[in-house]
């Protein structure tokens, strides 16, 4: 199946919300904001009732044939990254299953990768829990993070540099943790064609 092509691009919330006519126009408004939400769409006419939605109500009405009751319902964490471009600016973030509540955001790091958030969050999340005492499984839905936890170290071949010196910091950080805390808590690949989106998705798809 051919996916469609996005001619046309909704900024909810940015330096300047609107509808834009290209990729470039939309990365202006969003490049350095923190928590900018965003999504392209193939026509205008999809693009403004988007837009004329609002982002909690176009997302609410996305995932609304969705099967609430399969979700997991035990008390769980999950984590979530973003990033634009590749690399690019990144940022991630770990929330309450349950309710969305959020536990830690950090970001944006220049000259990321959207695979280096999801793990540097999932490591986040497991450091969190231990250091809060709380047996509760972490859900993330990135597979190659979830290998790299797996594995105890990242396998990217972004280079560092002047700009993520800072992010390679907190790699070597986090695997130095993976290493000292073997018993971590259980990780737990998030179903999202059959629940949605994960609960901490920035909501830039």
Same mark, same amino acid.
């Given at each position: 199946?051919?996916?469609?092509?996005?001619? #046309?691009?909704?900024? @909810?919330?940015?330096? /300047?919300? *609107?509808?834009? /006519? !290209? @990729? &470039?126009?939309?990365?202006?408004?969003? #490049?350095?904001?923190?928590?900018?939400?965003? $999504?392209?769409? =193939?026509?205008?006419?999809?693009? $403004?009732?988007?837009?004329?939605?609002?982002?909690?109500?176009?997302?609410?009405?996305? %995932?609304?044939?969705? /099967?609430?009751?399969?979700?997991?319902?035990?008390?769980?964490?999950?984590?979530?990254?973003?990033?634009?471009?590749?690399?690019?600016?990144?940022?991630?973030? *770990?929330?309450?299953?349950? &309710?969305?509540?959020?536990?830690?955001?950090?970001?944006?790091?220049?000259?990321?990768?959207?695979?280096?958030?999801?793990?540097?969050?999932?490591?986040?999340?497991?450091? @969190?829990?231990?250091?809060? /005492?709380?047996? #509760?499984?972490?859900? =993330?839905? !990135?597979?190659?993070?979830? %290998? @790299?936890?797996?594995?105890?170290?990242?396998? !990217?071949?972004?280079?560092?540099?002047?700009?993520?010196?800072?992010?390679?910091?907190?790699?070597?950080?986090?695997?130095?943790?993976?290493?000292?805390?073997?018993?971590?808590?259980?990780?737990?690949?998030?179903?999202?064609?059959?629940?949605?989106?994960?609960?901490? &998705?920035? *909501?830039?798809?």
């Amino acid at each position: 199946m051919t996916k469609k092509k996005n001619n #046309f691009y909704v900024v @909810w919330l940015g330096y /300047n919300p *609107g509808i834009y /006519n !290209s @990729w &470039d126009e939309c990365k202006e408004q969003i #490049f350095g904001f923190a928590g900018a939400k965003y $999504k392209g769409f =193939s026509t205008i006419e999809e693009a $403004k009732e988007a837009y004329s939605q609002g982002f909690e109500n176009f997302i609410q009405s996305k %995932n609304k044939t969705i /099967n609430l009751a399969s979700i997991p319902q035990e008390i769980c964490i999950c984590v979530d990254a973003a990033c634009s471009g590749n690399p690019g600016i990144m940022e991630y973030q *770990g929330v309450w299953c349950q &309710d969305k509540q959020l536990i830690f955001k950090e970001g944006p790091f220049k000259n990321a990768t959207n695979n280096i958030g999801e793990f540097l969050a999932i490591v986040h999340g497991l450091s @969190w829990l231990k250091k809060n /005492n709380l047996p #509760f499984p972490l859900y =993330s839905d !990135s597979a190659i993070a979830i %290998n @790299w936890i797996k594995q105890g170290k990242v396998n !990217s071949k972004l280079q560092q540099d002047s700009e993520n010196k800072k992010l390679f910091q907190l790699i070597f950080r986090a695997e130095k943790w993976l290493k000292e805390n073997p018993n971590y808590n259980e990780v737990r690949k998030w179903d999202t064609n059959t629940w949605g989106e994960i609960p901490a &998705d920035f *909501g830039r798809k």
